[in-house]
């Protein structure tokens, strides 16, 4: 995040204060004299409100809030395929959800791959 000066600070600048807000509240995530600050260790496919607020020596003033959402990353604490109905020639496949999607699942995936049998099934 980045901010300008003010073009009318009435008075000397003293702190900048930039706060995010998302469904789990409100945060100070840089508090200073610099005019800019990378935030870290936001959440994937997240919407945030950040708010710069402005201090002098008569006070402070908050800006208007900035919506922004992170971007989409791979899912995580992706779930175990559990087969059933297992025949001599199909089986059924079911799975959950993501745990952590992180985005729009757009689709899935099974793989198959063919072993020499050995005699150990699924039970």
Do not use: H, K
């Not at 610099?34 to 994937?44: E, F, K, W």
């Not at 710069?52 to 922004?68: D, E, F, I, P």
């Not at 779930?79 to 959950?96: A, K």
């Amino acid at each position: 995040a980045s901010w300008s000066v003010a073009s009318q600070p009435n008075g000397v600048i003293t702190m900048y204060n930039v706060f995010i807000s998302s469904v789990d509240g409100e945060e100070l995530v840089f508090s200073g004299l610099a005019v800019s600050t990378v935030i870290t260790n936001l959440q994937p496919f997240t919407d945030y409100s950040l708010t710069l607020q402005v201090c002098n020596n008569a006070g402070c003033v908050n800006s208007t809030q900035t919506a922004v959402s992170t971007l989409q990353a791979t899912p995580e604490e992706v779930s175990t395929p559990v087969p059933s109905s297992i025949t001599s020639d199909s089986l059924q496949l079911s799975w959950l959800t993501p745990a952590q999607p992180n985005g729009v699942i757009l689709g899935y995936e099974v793989f198959r791959r063919e072993s020499p049998f050995t005699g150990q099934g699924v039970s």
